[in-house]
């Protein structure tokens, strides 16, 4: 490629990634959103101290908006606690709901010991009443009992409704009860001597938040299952936006309502998350858009989070008849081996972990990458063992199509003599084309093997990567987080990712070492930044796919140097192919014998 085409492609690059960086400093913000409701004052209490203060949080009183209903100032609420060694629970009489949960097992931020709080700032509390006038978040419940495992509050509601909610928590997980896991029970009973009916109603699943201003919307999500499939709904898909060109463009949506049978209801963001499982199937989901922080833009990413609230029928109640929702109420890690134990989650809530297309491969590259790490005390050891494992496993296959690829580039002027003889006779074209493939055993389709092993495995391991609660703040060299970019400085504002740059040097170096086939100078071209452009396009990822694909790289290239050594004697058109063909001739004829006759007398 000559010089001016090399500078023009650099410039693109350099463009590209200038463009995708500033156009997210300074891009102007949207349109304001019009008010849809007041705001309210929401307090939330440290699960270790009591205070008014949230790890995490970013300040002890925060106004947020309330989409769904006014919320007004509330007394100080009286907190009950439940806790075990994973979890802590604070309830509030108000709604006799959960406050919030605190997940002991996980720091909330690096280095500091307080937990990641589970709702920590929200519209509601956790399965408090959504939409129910009378019952709802700021209805007093009386507490009537709290001991070491249970809790059980109650309230009247319009003089005719009694409702008890009772809610217990394991202190020993077992095989068939998961630490993070709570048991719910509303019972609702008619105190007249007549018939009543209830309100269709909504549970609040709580609000979650984007793990840090590097993380877009689409990763905060609600979902649910109507017992055959699996929905979920991003916060991306409430934002609204002008599209591309255009094209795809929507408007910001406060809300958005699904109704459906619900099986099981989730709230998550990256690596946490809420899944509400009731006895008896809901009737819909109500996904709403929170601004977590008011004086933030709207353009920074963790400015708004989602809500998420399952809808209820209930039957009438007779005379002095009585009925109970039951259900389950998950939070805590998204970890496919805890959320896949079938004696505990019945209804495949594993597929909260979202891993989309290639959820085989990455439940597969998830499990082994586990049991690997059973064996070894780092992660990034377990991932670079996963890769070498892989690329052993996929070795024949690799092997066939490097040896096809280098017969191609062999019969090249073969190829182009062929072509310039046949030009004008496509039929005569392609026969001598197959025939010229079938006398060097070349496959044209041989470098396509290993891409499309490759890739599934390179998106699944993007999929199970980016939402692994294990990966979470663990180490490896340099990077201090696996599950985020491994940035060591900035440079202008730009951050300095080693890990990329690696995998982008290996993909040019592995490139350069394998054999091209002959193309035009576009494709030419094309092939040449193709590592440019990877490498740009992964630049932000979390340090773990980039590890994986370093790793992938630095082995591509030891194969392919061995390759490249070694000779082709599968190749009947070279020397060493032709004395094998030869041989195996002669192994199949019998030997004549050559002795010269003696002469006649």
């Keep these: 490629m000559d010089k001016k085409n090399t500078t023009i492609g650099v410039i693109c690059i350099i463009a590209a990634f200038a463009s995708l960086y500033l156009g997210q400093k300074f891009a102007p913000p949207p349109p304001a959103t019009p008010p849809l409701v007041s705001t309210a004052v929401v307090k939330t209490v440290n699960a270790a101290t009591g205070s008014a203060t949230v790890p995490g949080a970013p300040a002890p009183t925060t106004t947020i908006p309330a989409l769904s209903a ?204 809420g899944i509400l499982t009731p006895d008896q199937p809901g009737v819909g989901l109500l996904t709403s858009r929170v601004k977590l922080l008011p004086a933030a833009p709207d353009t920074q990413h963790n400015a708004f989070g989602v809500s998420g609230a399952a809808q209820f029928d209930l039957t009438p109640l007779p005379a002095h008849g009585e009925s109970t929702l ?73 092997l066939a199509a490097s040896r096809s690829a280098k017969r191609m580039q062999k019969i090249q002027p073969e190829m182009q003599a062929v072509r310039e003889k046949f030009k004008d006779n496509p039929q005569k074209l392609q026969s001598a084309t197959m025939e010229l493939f079938k006398k060097h055993k070349v496959n044209p389709l041989g470098g396509c093997i290993p891409i499309l092993i490759t890739l599934p495995f390179f998106f699944g391991f993007f999929q199970m990567l980016r939402s692994a609660a294990e990966l979470r703040f663990q180490p490896f060299l340099w990077a201090s987080d696996l599950s985020v970019a491994d940035t060591v400085g900035h440079v202008f504002g730009v951050p300095i990712n080693i890990m990329p740059i690696l995998m982008g040097a290996t993909t040019i170096i592995s490139m350069r070492l394998t054999p091209q086939p002959s193309v035009d100078n576009a494709q030419a071209k094309m092939i040449k930044f193709m590592p440019w452009i990877m490498t740009l396009l992964c630049y932000s990822f979390s340090c773990s796919l980039a590890l994986y694909s370093t790793v992938n790289g630095l082995f591509t290239i030891g194969q392919q140097l061995v390759i490249n050594r070694m000779k082709d004697e599968g190749d009947v058109a070279s020397p060493a192919g032709m004395a094998l063909e030869d041989a195996a001739a002669l192994a199949g004829k019998p030997m004549k014998n050559v002795t010269p006759k003696k002469p006649k007398k």
Excluded: C
């Design 70 to 273: 006014v919320v007004k100032d509330a007394p100080a609420a009286a907190l009950t606690t439940l806790e075990n060694d994973y979890i802590t629970v604070h309830f509030t009489n108000f709604g006799g709901a959960i406050r919030d949960i605190a997940l002991r097992k996980f720091p909330a931020e690096l280095g500091h010991p307080l937990p990641y709080v589970f709702n920590a700032v929200h519209t509601d509390p956790m399965l408090g009443f959504v939409d129910f006038p009378g019952l709802d978040r700021n209805t007093g419940f009386e507490l009537v009992s709290s001991s070491a495992t249970e809790v059980v509050y109650r309230a009247v509601f319009a003089g005719e409704i009694e409702v008890t909610r009772h809610y217990s928590l394991v202190a020993t997980p077992d095989d068939t009860h998961d630490p993070y896991q709570l048991r719910n029970e509303t019972t609702f009973r008619n105190l007249t001597d007549k018939p009543a009916s209830l309100a269709r109603f909504a549970l609040s699943l709580g609000t979650t938040a984007p793990i840090s201003d590097s993380v877009y919307g689409q990763l905060v999500t609600t979902g649910y299952s109507d017992g055959s499939s699996q929905t979920f709904i991003p916060r991306t898909k409430l934002d609204g936006g002008s599209g591309f060109l255009g094209v795809g463009a929507s408007e910001m949506k406060p809300s958005l309502l699904t109704s459906s049978a619900i099986t099981w209801a989730s709230v998550d963001n990256q690596f946490f998350v």
């Design 326 to 398: 039951g259900l389950s109420f998950y939070v805590g890690p998204k970890e496919y081996r805890r959320l896949s134990k079938s004696a505990i989650f019945k209804a495949d809530q594993d597929k909260v972990m979202q891993f989309g297309f290639f959820k085989w491969f990455s439940q597969l590259l998830l499990t082994l990458m586990t049991w690997v790490h059973s064996g070894v005390p780092n992660w990034g050891v377990a991932i670079i063992l996963t890769t070498l494992l892989l690329k052993v496993i996929f070795l024949p296959f690799t």
